[in-house]
């Protein structure tokens, strides 16, 4: 996003809610940048199984990991680390560490097994990153999150996490969603815009060829009714700021996206909010192969 009128205008987007317009005032929060006073002190934990053991689990490239983690219980407000499970080049494993704040939590894992010079940078890139999201989205006060997470695509040099959970304030609860794609090459967050083209997909997603994954008749005609408020133009510069870095170039929205994408399968999957009645979000499914 290059220019201020257009960042004011994606900061007033629209939702859409079940047969009227609302504005979306609660989905993503901007970043928090304090703490409260006399807010507990977060704490991580390693990720226990159900016996208490600590289970790493080795993540094949170039095929989805369907397995799932649980969070940790916070011991004592002290940091420990699973022991690492030996791994070939040809795999990467995870150990699940899990970060508690106040009375919201959320998981993340922990690799092994890929290059040693750049294994404490991208550890620290996934870790800060959970962190940075889960006090994003806890920001109002009063709200409570929890969040797991599921390695979703890993290649040789490149790799998707999927965090979904549970954001609850006062009475209400909402599913959350955010992911973080990381250059295994480099440490680093990687973005949309590394591995497709924002105007592409922004067409794609106003034509009628769109395709949702696994989104209810009622989502579908919500979501028809979502894309009728957006340009391509504005769309685009939504796509632009997925993803973290939070921070990109020429960027001047440098808070909490709006939009989250990850790759899975050879197809790329992207967020986009919707209000509660809807599901509070859609994926839309992309598949490069066949467009």
């Known amino acids: 996003m290059k220019k201020l009128l257009l960042y004011l205008t994606i900061l007033a987007l629209p939702v859409i809610s ?21 807010a507990m002190s ?7 199984g159900a016996n208490g053991a600590m289970s790493p689990t080795t993540i094949a490239p170039t095929s989805d990991s369907k397995e799932s983690t649980s969070l ?3 011991k004592s407000g002290k940091t420990t680390t699973a022991d690492k499970k030996s791994s070939s080049k040809s795999s990467v494993t995870e150990n699940a560490q899990s970060y508690s704040k106040d009375k919201s939590k959320i998981s993340y ?27 994003s989205f806890t920001s109002n006060a009063g709200s409570t999150a929890e969040l797991k997470y599921n390695v979703k695509n890993q290649s040789r040099n490149r ?17 959350i969603i955010f992911t973080n794609n990381i250059n295994l090459d480099t440490g680093e967050s990687i973005g949309l815009t590394d591995f497709a083209d924002p105007l592409t997909i922004a ?12 989104a209810t008749n009622s989502q579908a005609a919500g979501f ?27 960027d001047v929205n440098e808070g909490f996206p709006k939009l989250f994408s990850y790759e899975s399968g050879g197809d790329i999957f992207i967020s986009i909010p919707l209000s509660h009645e809807l599901g509070d979000y859609v994926l839309v499914k992309y598949s490069p192969s066949t467009k």
Do not use: Q, W
């Open 18 to 38: 079940a047969g009227c317009k609302s504005k979306d005032t609660s989905d993503l929060k901007s970043i928090m940048t304090t703490e409260a006073n006399g």
């Open 42 to 48: 977060p704490t991580t934990t390693a990720a226990e």
């Open 72 to 74: 940790a219980e916070t």
């Open 109 to 135: 894992p922990k690799l092994s097994g890929i290059d040693s010079k750049i294994e404490s940078s991208v550890n620290k890139t996934i870790s800060d990153n959970a962190r940075l999201a889960l006090d």
């Open 159 to 175: 790799m998707s996490i999927v965090y979904t959970g549970t954001l609850k304030a006062g009475n209400e609860s909402k599913k």
């Open 203 to 214: 067409n794609y997603i106003l034509s009628d060829d769109v395709e949702l994954e696994n």
């Open 224 to 250: 028809t009714e979502y894309k009728k408020n957006l340009t391509v133009d504005t769309l685009k510069a939504l796509l632009e700021d997925a993803d973290f870095p939070l921070i990109k170039k020429n």
